[in-house]
């Protein structure tokens, strides 16, 4: 059974900075893309980050520059280092794989809240 864990959430104030972690688990055959999603309150999940298979990054544009994505050397976790943290980047934090057989894993999420 394939388990996404994700950890480092919390409640901060704006301009601080946070690191998420997450760490799979059980046999993902091969990962296409791996990162991070979020869901703010009453808005639809986004992209925040993510790492491609040819080892490309992508980021929302309303983080580049402030957020960084980076892999564990095993290649099965990934972390968000967050700065410059912001009240509209209040939102929980989702675990994202898709594998090349176009199977989604999610994990269960973590809430980021910034206070301003």
């Known amino acids: 059974q394939v388990q996404l864990v994700e950890s480092g959430g919390g409640l901060v104030q704006a301009g601080e900075s946070l690191s998420l972690s997450c760490a799979t688990s059980g046999d993902i055959v091969s990962i296409m893309r791996m990162g991070w999603f979020r869901q703010a309150p009453g808005k639809p999940r986004e992209l925040v980050a993510e790492f491609t298979s040819g080892g490309t990054t992508n980021y929302a544009d309303s983080v580049k520059g402030r957020f960084t994505i980076s892999r564990g050397s095993a290649k099965n976790t990934v972390f968000l280092q967050m700065n410059s943290l912001q009240p509209d980047d209040t939102a929980v934090y989702f675990c994202?794989?898709?594998?090349?057989?176009?199977?989604?894993?999610w994990g269960k999420g973590t809430l980021v809240t910034v206070s301003s």
């Open positions: 994202h794989v898709l594998s090349f057989s176009y199977k989604n894993y």
